[in-house]
């Protein structure tokens, strides 16, 4: 059974990009959320086996915000973090509450896909 | 001239610099307890306590050395395993107390004593402290048997934000392995340690209980890894690597000072030489020969002359001259120790502290603000029980401050406690028999307050640790009087107190006019002068027991008749044929009577030699122009 990714970016273009890349690769999309809070239930609700979760989104909960809450629901959520070049603190922030691992962005696809497979084999 | 300074330059350094160290620490690690974040220190108390002892064990202070060790060791512990509930109050007393250990130790070096008290006790329980902490961790993660580890691994190459990644393996390292150590360090603030790991790779020392095979796993699971060694260690190496970038960084910073230390006797010499060369300038610039001859270009060059040498004065004073910030830190410390064992919530306020005050005034200030703090914690501030009830922050309030005015620091410690009550004050003074009975009906309030300073009064029936039985507001004023100062009692009963202690800018050379009374020359600061003026007969007043008072806009002034006072022979009998010189001390003025001013002038103060006798309102003497003795008045004693 192939495994089940959610995506959570903002952006509409990094969805989809992302989702074909994913589908190519032979995973499943679980789902995909836009922002923070989205991100949260579906989490939640679609138990996907990994979360890609870009760390700075607009809305009230930011990417890091979500990711502790959706770690806090269930530790063993296995989370990689999308992040902008330079982005230190958040991301810092982010391997503290318990992301597994992060991509820096602009993400050649080899490299998101070989961060995806250590943790989703 | 030589001076007897015979210490090794190295040894003087080691001092300084140990002493410097500890002030830091101390002021760090009270921030951050005041501040409730202790990690902030962690690495500031390790740094010290590393650098004292290897100095001090280059020294063969070995004692000292011990105690840094472990200090040093405990907070390595801190450091590495961060453990989340630990008591730091208790580990910040094992720090104070051990910086107090040292520093003691280091008077007794620089007094050129042997120091060689062990610091059995402080270790022992420093000690226990560390096992205590270890023991909490183990229990939260048993470990059997440790392996040592060294690894170097590479990223691969375009991955980014290398430093970070390190970062993440570090954390997840710490969930099975202890004492990790890293270099490059500070991957976490810098980002330059990017461009090392892209180089050099990331080198990491650790201790864990998991086989090598586990090691190995999980390494292999991290992301991005283009290269991984694995070596496993028996025995626990040091990164050479770490210690190297951090001595680089304790030099760095020592270069940064634009101090150099000077030995005070130098600085010493240097002012009473200065203070020489004024005299001897005005010795030949107003010498008696030269009176009557026209030289013009000898006075041009003989003012070019005194400028400098009023300017190069100016200067040996200031060299002199420290900030109040050291003796104001070190209440910072009691305060807060005291705050500690007494179970009182205080906070201390501290203003002004880079007001500057000559060296000799800052050692002998330091004794009685302790005291005046102290009672004011002790006495001074209610408990919080009690502040509650009167609607008071239950925090109580100390402001300790400094502010210079004209040529006097004026320096306040304020409480906002339950001021003094009068009436116990006079209670107990008429118990001890300091006051006669109905005395008290005809002091003023400032007068009743000032009966806390006769020797033998406590209003305190208990006697604590900290402030003494009663010795000690008589033992205060003293001390503030030896500095030529004085001390003024504001208070209001339920609001709090205010101690105002005047001490002059500096003691060694001051603006004085003098006066001239038969053959003898007097010398009065200028800073107790009101006026000076001819006086009629008509505004003599004689009182039946002979004492003379002068009225002056409707006020009487008691008038001293100098003459009379230091048995001088002089012509200048009559009120109208002398001058009367108005001085003002603390509040109370008297008129002198002398034959006439001979001048304004800055005057070197010389302490009476010790074969004179003690000689009533007398502060000490100065070399006049001409080269006769002029001797200084002591105005607050020609008062009373």
């Known amino acids: ?46 138990k996907p086996d990994l979360i890609t979760m870009d760390i700075t989104m607009p809305g009230t909960i930011s990417g890091l915000e979500a990711i502790k809450q959706i770690l806090t629901d269930n530790p063993d959520n296995r989370i990689v973090v999308c992040s902008a070049m330079g982005d230190k603190y958040n991301l810092k922030e982010a391997i503290l509450a318990g992301a597994k691992d992060f991509v820096v962005k602009p993400y050649q696809p080899e490299r998101l896909l070989e961060a995806i497979k250590k943790y989703i084999a | 001239m030589s001076c007897n300074i015979e210490r090794e330059p190295l040894l003087e350094m080691f ?29 500031e108390v390790f740094r010290v306590m590393h650098s004292i002892k290897s100095s001090s064990a280059m ?36 720090v104070l107390e051990s910086a107090d250990f040292i520093k003691r130790q280091i008077a007794l070096i620089e007094k050129g004593e042997k120091s060689d008290e062990q610091p059995i006790d402080l270790t022992q329980k420093i000690k226990e402290t560390l096992a205590k902490l270890k023991k909490e961790e183990i229990k939260t993660s048993p470990k059997v048997a440790f392996n040592f580890y060294q690894v170097n691994l590479c990223f691969e190459d375009g991955c980014q934000m290398e430093n970070v990644r390190a970062f993440a393996v570090v954390h997840k390292l710490q969930e099975i392995a202890s004492k990790i150590e890293y270099y490059p360090q500070n991957i976490e603030e810098d980002d330059e340690t990017t461009e090392i790991i892209k180089k050099e790779g990331f080198h990491l020392s650790f201790s864990s209980h998991k086989t090598r095979e586990e090691i190995e796993k999980f390494f292999s699971q991290i992301a991005f890894l283009k290269k991984l060694q694995i070596k496993q260690l028996n025995k626990y190496e040091d990164n050479k690597h770490i210690n190297k970038s951090e001595s680089k960084k304790e030099f760095s910073c020592c270069q940064k000072k634009n101090f150099i230390s000077v030995h005070v006797q130098k600085v010493d010499q240097l002012l009473n030489l200065v203070g020489e060369l004024v005299v001897a300038e005005a010795m030949v610039t107003k010498n008696p020969e030269l009176a009557g001859l026209h030289l013009d270009s000898f006075y041009k060059a003989a003012r070019q002359l005194g400028k400098i040498s009023h300017e190069l004065q100016d200067i040996a004073m200031s060299m002199r001259m420290l900030p109040l910030t050291d003796t104001f830190q070190k209440m910072k410390r009691l305060v807060r120790d005291m705050s500690r064992k007494i179970g009182k919530e205080v906070e201390l ?27 004011a914690l002790d006495h001074g501030l209610e408990n919080s029980m009690e502040r509650k009830e009167k609607n008071k922050p239950v925090q109580g309030k100390i402001i300790l401050s400094a502010k210079s005015i004209g040529g006097d620091v004026w320096i306040t410690v304020q409480d906002d406690g339950k001021g003094i009550d009068k009436e116990k004050v006079v209670a107990r003074a008429l118990e001890n028999g300091l006051i006669a009975p109905g005395e008290e009906k005809e002091m003023s309030e400032q007068q009743i307050h000032s009966l806390i300073f006769l020797p033998g009064f406590s209003t305190k029936e208990q006697v604590t640790e900290f402030s003494g039985r009663g010795v000690g507001m008589d033992v205060v004023l003293k001390n503030i009087e030896k500095l030529g100062g004085n001390i003024l009692i504001e208070s209001i009963l339920g609001q709090g107190t205010i101690f105002s202690i005047k001490i002059p800018l500096t003691l060694a050379i001051i ?56 048995k001088n022979i002089t012509n200048i009998q009559s009120i109208e ?26 005057v070197v103060v010389k302490p009476l030699p010790k074969f004179i006798k003690k000689v009533d309102g007398l502060a000490g003497c100065t070399l006049l122009a001409d080269g006769s003795i002029s001797l200084i008045l002591d105005i607050s004693a020609l008062i009373n």
Do not use: W
Not at chain 2, 23 to 35: A, C, D, H, N, P
Not at chain 2, 577 to 602: H, P, R, S, W, Y
């Open chain 2, 511 to 566: 603006d004085g006019m003098t006066i001239k009374v038969g053959k003898a020359s007097y010398t009065v600061p200028l800073t107790a002068i009101k006026q000076s003026f001819r006086a009629l007969s008509e505004q003599i007043i004689i009182a039946p027991d002979g004492s003379e008072s002068i009225l002056v806009r409707g006020n009487c002034y008691p008038i001293l008749r100098l003459h009379n006072f230091y």
């Open chain 2, 59 to 94: 020294m063969l202070f070995n004692n000292i050395s011990t105690l840094a060790h472990s200090v040093e060791d405990l907070y390595y512990f801190l450091r590495k395993e961060k453990p989340a509930e630990i008591d730091y109050g208790a580990i910040t007393d094992l």
């Open chain 2, 577 to 602: 044929e002398g001058i009367l010189m108005m001085v003002e001390n603390d509040g109370q003025i008297i008129c002198l009577f002398a034959d006439c001013l001979l001048g304004q002038q800055q």
């Open chain 2, 15 to 43: 001092i300084f610099e140990t002493n410097q160290l500890l002030m830091q620490l101390e002021e760090s690690v009270l921030e951050s307890e005041k501040k409730h974040n202790y990690q902030l220190t962690i690495d």
């Open chain 1, 1 to 46: 059974m192939s495994k089940k990714i959610l995506i959570v970016d903002d952006s509409l273009f990094v969805r989809e990009s992302l989702k074909m890349l994913f589908i190519k690769n032979g995973y499943e999309i679980a789902g995909e959320a836009a922002n923070g809070e989205e991100g949260i239930k579906k989490a939640n609700l679609l």
């Open chain 2, 349 to 375: 306020e501290i203003y002004g502290q880079e007001t500057e005050v000559d060296k000799n005034i800052i050692e002998h200030i330091s004794d009685p603000l302790i005291h005046l703090i102290r009672n």
